[in-house]
Each structure stands twice: as C-alpha cells, then as structure tokens.
C-alpha cells in the first residue's frame, strides 16, 4: 500500500489550494479515505472522510463550509479542496485508510498559510 500526498505549499490567508493524494496497492474504490493533518505541537487530528462511492463526506467542524473531499476512483485519487484557508490551517496534511486491521498513511504535505 502507498499512499502519495502533493499539493501543499505557502498560501495567504483567504487563499485556495488543492490537495492530492494518489493511492496504490489495493483496490482503491473499496475503500473509505480520510485526511488528517497535524501542527506544529499538536496532535494529529481528523479533518474529513469520504466513504467509497463517494456518496458520504464528513468534515470536522473548523472546516465545515471551506473544505471538500472528493475522490476519482478511475485515478486511484482522493483530493482536498480547501477554499478561505486561515493560519490556523497550517499543518502538515495526511492522507490515510484502512485495510482489514491496519491504517495506512502517506508521508504528509505541507500547507502554510501566512501573509
């Protein structure tokens, strides 16, 4: 299992950005995928979870109307959108699943927001 986060960088605050995380290994489209993202001196946290098909998102509540999860399961590819990005947002984002009794995580992207 690989999982291949891109997409971050250095946003200023009300800024968009994309995240992208590519999945290989297993069959993709079986599977529920979750970002999470972790700050500096904190605690990885869960930010959002979309169920196979698609049909089903979740989002915590500090991200709640800003971030939308997607997935193409023809690209093995479940992204992050997130729109009116605060400085509060920077972190390092994961990207994650789980197969049978073991989670899966990718090496993480960085986002900054910062002007």
């Known amino acids: 299992v690989q999982l291949v986060e891109s997409g971050g960088g250095l946003v200023q605050p009300g800024g968009s950005l994309r995240l992208s995380c590519v999945a290989s290994?297993?069959?993709?489209?079986?599977?529920?995928m979750s970002w999470y993202r972790q700050a500096p001196g904190k605690q990885r946290e869960w930010v959002s979870q979309?169920?196979?098909?698609?049909?089903?998102?979740y989002y915590t509540d500090s991200v709640k109307g800003r971030f939308t999860i997607s997935r193409d399961d023809d690209k093995n590819t479940v992204y992050l959108q997130m729109n009116s990005l605060k400085p509060e947002d920077t972190a390092v984002y994961y990207c994650?699943?789980?197969?049978?009794?073991?989670?899966?995580w990718g090496q993480g992207t960085q986002v900054t927001v910062s002007s």
């Open positions: 994650n699943t789980h197969l049978d009794l073991n989670t899966y």
């Open positions: 290994g297993f069959t993709f489209v079986r599977y529920a």
């Open positions: 979309i169920y196979r098909g698609g049909g089903s998102t």
